[in-house]
């Protein structure tokens, strides 16, 4: 008998070092220990945030083979687009992006008349399992890098610049950790692609914290963290339910931390930045959208800082579950605000390119 011998390739644990992982000390010394003066740290830093472009040949302020060494030692490719699909006249576009390693994610960019919002993913896949999101069925692959989760949003930011997004060039100027994964599940990548997101060139990329949402199951400890790091940023719950009962069964984690506990972690989060809370709800026909849960749902919110993103129900595969009626919606809408809690029903954009809430499970292009 022959034995069998099988060669495994080396894997990569990691994805190669980037520029965004690093704050600017530690870019500068990297830098230097790639033979180059500090200064050019800032110098690269500019044209990955400010010029968007990783592409040493437009980095004509540098001399021609410090080019090459530091986009080569600081700007690896990260995403590989595998494909885009576009609604809405193209102003809607979904991105399938290949990590180094084959995992997928997807990111969606959404252009209205006064804002850009990018949808970003923070995991390959999710472990929460919430039964009525796509990207829940399918398991956690794994955490992604915050220049992984930073590249998203620069590759649209690249887009809008060159004018490939109907309407103009433009800038994004809104970001939410709404695509695949648990932003807080992966706390310190997240952080790390907050700093990013909102600190000035040449640091990171200027947006304004105030349009940056993180959205959570409901870690309660990671509210808590993310409370005091001093970024004004948005946090999002996705409730779903008023009572434990069923939220047991809809966002399975409420079995670690109840209803009560996390509303009252997101009211510390409130009373801490200042912000507004968004409460995340989808309507689901028949199982949560009762007007008596509307009703406790009102009682709980009446008085705090906290707004009610209902979100019709978006179809999944293979999920028996369906949006409400819009006369179940309306009278929905009507029972929290009698109890003067503010509310609006989110728009189902990207829906059609299952880019909608809940919809994204990154299938390879022929599955
Ligand atoms: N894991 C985080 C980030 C994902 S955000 C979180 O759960 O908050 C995605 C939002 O879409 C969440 O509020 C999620 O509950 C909601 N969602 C998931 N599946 C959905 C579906 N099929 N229709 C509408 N909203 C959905």
Not at 59 to 87: F, H, K, N, Q, Y
Not at 107 to 116: A, E, I, N
Request: proline letters at 6%; charged letters at 25%.
């Amino acid at each position: 008998m022959s034995a069998e011998l099988t060669f495994v390739a080396p894997r990569r644990a990691k994805p190669s070092r980037h520029l965004a992982d690093l704050s600017m000390d530690e870019r500068r010394s990297a830098v230097v220990e790639l033979g180059e003066k500090p200064f050019r740290a800032d110098q690269l830093s500019r044209h990955y945030f400010e010029r968007l472009t990783a592409d040493p040949a437009l980095m004509t302020d540098l001399p021609a083979a410090s080019r090459e060494r530091l986009a080569g030692g600081l700007l690896p490719g990260l995403l590989t687009s595998v494909r885009e699909i576009t609604c809405d006249d193209g102003t809607t576009r979904k991105t399938l992006w290949r990590l180094f390693d084959g995992a997928m994610v997807e990111s969606v960019l959404m252009r209205y008349p006064d804002r850009v919002t990018m949808c970003v993913s923070s995991q390959a896949g999710c472990g929460m399992n919430c039964p009525f999101c796509a990207t829940g069925q399918a398991g956690l692959t794994r955490n992604m890098s915050t220049a992984e989760i930073v590249e998203q949003v620069v590759a649209g930011a690249r887009a809008l610049a060159a004018g490939e997004i109907p309407g103009g060039p433009g800038r994004v100027s809104n970001i939410v950790f709404m695509g695949m994964g648990e932003p807080l599940a992966n706390y310190k990548a997240v952080i790390g692609a907050v700093r990013r997101i909102v600190d000035p060139a040449p640091a990171g990329l200027g947006i304004s914290a105030r349009g940056v949402t993180v959205s959570t199951v409901g870690l309660v400890p990671a509210i808590d963290k993310l409370a005091v790091e001093g970024l004004p940023v948005t946090l999002a719950v996705s409730l779903h339910a008023p009572d434990d009962e069923l939220r047991d069964t809809l966002v399975p984690v409420n079995t670690r931390w109840k209803v009560g506990e996390v509303l009252d972690a997101a009211w510390r989060y409130a009373a801490t930045t200042k912000r507004r809370v968004s409460i995340e709800y989808a309507l689901i026909k028949d199982i949560n959208d009762q007007e008596w849960r509307a009703d406790l749902l009102g009682r709980l919110l009446k008085g705090k800082l906290a707004h009610v993103n209902l979100i019709p129900l978006n179809p999944t595969p293979g999920s028996k579950w369906t949006a409400s009626r819009p006369e179940d919606e309306r009278a929905f809408v009507r029972r929290l605000a009698s109890h003067g809690v503010a509310v609006t029903v989110r728009d189902t954009r990207g829906r059609e390119i299952d880019g909608a809430c809940g919809q994204l499970a990154a299938a390879t292009p022929d599955a």
